[in-house]
């Protein structure tokens, strides 16, 4: 017996505590829910989902709950998938190493989950995998210890698998089932050094192959306020991810900005605006305007719009949604300051179509599209050499290409044929930073460089470095230049140079032995029937005096090849050739260590060279 209960007015709270310390100084298994009497004190549903309590008895078996520990489950399932609703624990101490539970039901990332909060933020996350078998889930929190926590255990979700089953909460030092070792985050082998890629927010399972986590794909709504750019893309239609830097190369990615109001409704492509008059009344304040998000659902005719109050921390999503219903998407929507509008450019149908707003509500199509188009739109001014009386209106379609004209604010007149930006293989849904005026006013752009393979790793897919857009006049007529921002610099970490230098056909030169991320630049001049061939890590980049190949993708240099800016990453390589006239975007895998230069066919000349070698950029949280 134990000596407290031999006091009979010994109190129970201070019982319960000392009892509690006891655990602490033993290592013991903290239990914090087994759901075999109930939730347990403390635990607090709303919606209908977990109203009826655990599932225990025949109940399991009737919903086909296997591999349970014990006789009580908490389920959301026992009024079928129709049901939604929250069941949140009290508050509790991180006491130990790893937190492991049991885990079944619906495999919908943040509408049927288990969600670790601790600060105001989520921190961990799981699914089930569309099963009522329940499989074990461990997380390692020793980063956490001595912090508070709450459990959430969510069903958002109605129709199929729209249920979640939790059993088992356990804080342990000796879990059954270890989580699957892996790298510090942002430290990973093929994790790119200065190229952004999403972090993983759901994790721990038994067979993290089994879904691709970290996924983006389409940017969306990139818009400069207040000193910060902010970055968002897609994450498989379910939600915007959301990055914010104020130099374009450190990046700190924040909780999802907003998801699906419902499950399978989507949220796909759009744009931000930022509604400094307060034109959509969405603010009480006209101190604090609206950023506004414009999107389209799924099916591709519901456009809609989310908005922050707090510089884009926190996301409402309009309760009148949708503000347009038309057989069109990817909203790219800005102030027109000649007409003192805002336009809506939407694609459907091969052609963007335009429509105008004095309020971002309401909204009239107007009647000339823009043919020749192709998803994901995006539309600015530029000054021609640095003129702005001679600004022109630059059209950029989601698979890169750009062409140049006039624009009135309806009608988009085009003086040349669509051209590309890149032409490499890894390069779509392209989108520039918009209200940057209020910033040192570059039109900066970035590309999903989708199709990248990143074996074994927590993140999936990548963007391209930002680059500054200006339009020079050459002799073909005016183009679009791609320059990386000058904030690489910021990177820079030792460097090694030449000047003058000539290769022999045959001659290789050496530029570094190991290292994998790198920006070199040269001068050179190339002859006719020769070849200047970069060998960066495997990966092949082959110019000639009019020509650029790298990776089976070949493309003719205006002119005559000049000068050469290359980044090196530890997945892509991306070619800048005579300052960005022609530019190619490329992922890889490397197949060798090392970097060097050879000249082929004949001798070619270096009048100068850098290489730079760049340090990560990613810090560790």
């Known amino acids: 017996m134990n000596r407290f209960s031999q006091t009979p007015n010994f109190p129970a709270a201070l019982l319960g505590c000392l009892l509690s310390l006891a655990a602490v100084a033993s290592g013991e298994d903290l239990t914090l829910a087994d759901f075999e009497n109930g939730y347990g004190p403390g635990w607090e549903f709303s919606g209908d989902a977990f109203q009826n309590g655990p599932a225990s008895g025949h109940l399991l078996g009737k919903l086909e709950i296997e591999n349970s520990s014990g006789n009580g489950v908490a389920s959301s399932e ?64 020793g980063s956490y210890t001595g912090k508070t926590a709450r459990l959430e255990i969510v069903d958002a979700a109605s129709g199929n698998w729209g249920h979640i089953n939790v059993d088992a909460i356990v804080q342990t030092d000796h879990p059954a089932f270890m989580p699957a070792p892996a790298a510090p985050l942002y430290q990973e082998h093929h994790r790119p050094g200065f190229h952004f890629t999403a972090r993983q927010w759901t994790t721990d399972r038994l067979n993290p192959g089994m879904r691709q986590e970290g996924w983006l794909n389409d940017l969306n709504g990139l ?115 000649a007409s003192s509008r805002w336009v809506m450019l939407l694609y459907g149908d091969d052609a963007y179509h335009v429509l105008t707003s004095t309020n971002l509500l309401d909204w009239k199509k107007e009647e000339e599209p823009i043919r020749k188009s192709f998803e994901c739109p995006d539309l600015f001014r530029l000054p021609v050499d640095g003129q702005a009386e001679e600004s022109k209106w630059v059209l950029i379609r989601g698979d890169g290409k750009y062409s140049i004209g ?26 520039t930073w918009e209200n940057t005026s209020t910033g040192d006013g570059r039109r900066i752009q970035t590309a999903w460089m989708r199709g990248g393979l990143y074996p ?37 970490d030792g460097e090694q140079s030449w ?3 000539t290769l022999r056909g045959g001659a290789t030169l050496n530029l570094a032995p190991s290292g994998d991320l790198f920006r070199i630049k040269a001068e050179v001049t190339i002859p006719e029937g020769g070849q200047l061939i970069f060998n960066l890590r495997g990966a092949s980049v082959v110019l000639t005096s009019n020509m650029l190949e790298c990776g089976g993708t070949r493309a003719p240099v205006r002119g005559t090849t000049e000068n ?35 000249a082929e066919g004949n001798e070619a000349s270096i009048r100068s060279m850098v290489v730079h070698r760049l340090r990560s950029a990613w810090k560790t949280p």
């Open 78 to 141: 026992i009024k079928g998938d129709g049901p939604r609703g929250k069941l949140v624990s009290p508050e509790f101490a991180i006491e130990r190493k790893y937190l492991t539970f049991l885990i079944a039901g619906g495999d919908y990332e943040h509408s049927t989950c288990v969600n670790l909060r601790i600060g105001g933020k989520t921190v961990r996350s799981a699914t089930g995998w569309n099963s009522d078998r329940m499989v074990p889930i461990t997380w390692d929190l």
């Open 223 to 337: 818009i400069y306020y207040e000193g910060e750019y902010h970055l968002f893309a897609q994450r498989w239609n379910k939600c915007w991810i959301h990055a914010v830097s104020r130099d374009l190369v450190h990046w700190t990615e924040l909780e999802p900005a907003f998801w699906e109001e419902e499950l399978d409704s989507g949220v796909q492509s759009g744009t931000c605006v930022i509604d400094y008059q307060n034109s959509s009344g969405l603010s009480l304040d006209k101190a604090t305007p609206p950023m506004i998000a414009f999107w389209s659902r799924n099916d591709n005719r519901s456009q809609c719009l989310s908005y922050s109050l707090d510089k884009g921390r926190t996301w409402k999503h309009y309760d009148k949604n949708p503000i347009l219903t038309l057989p069109e998407r990817d909203p790219k929507v800005f102030w027109h300051e």
């Open 406 to 431: 006039e624009f009135d604010g309806t009608r988009y007149l085009e003086e040349t044929e669509p051209v590309p930006c890149d032409v490499g293989p890894h390069f779509y849904a392209t989108q």
């Open 456 to 492: 074994d790793m927590p993140f999936n897919q990548q963007i391209s470095f930002p680059c500054e857009l200006t339009l020079r006049s050459t002799p073909d007529g005016v183009r679009l230049f791609r320059e990386p921002a000058r904030e690489l610099s910021l990177l820079h």
């Open 499 to 501: 000047r003058d230098i």
């Open 564 to 598: 050469i800016e290359i980044l090196l990453d530890r997945t892509s390589v991306e070619v800048f050739v005579n300052r960005g006239e022609l530019s190619l975007s490329r992922c890889m895998l490397p197949e060798t260590s090392g970097l060097s230069i050879r």
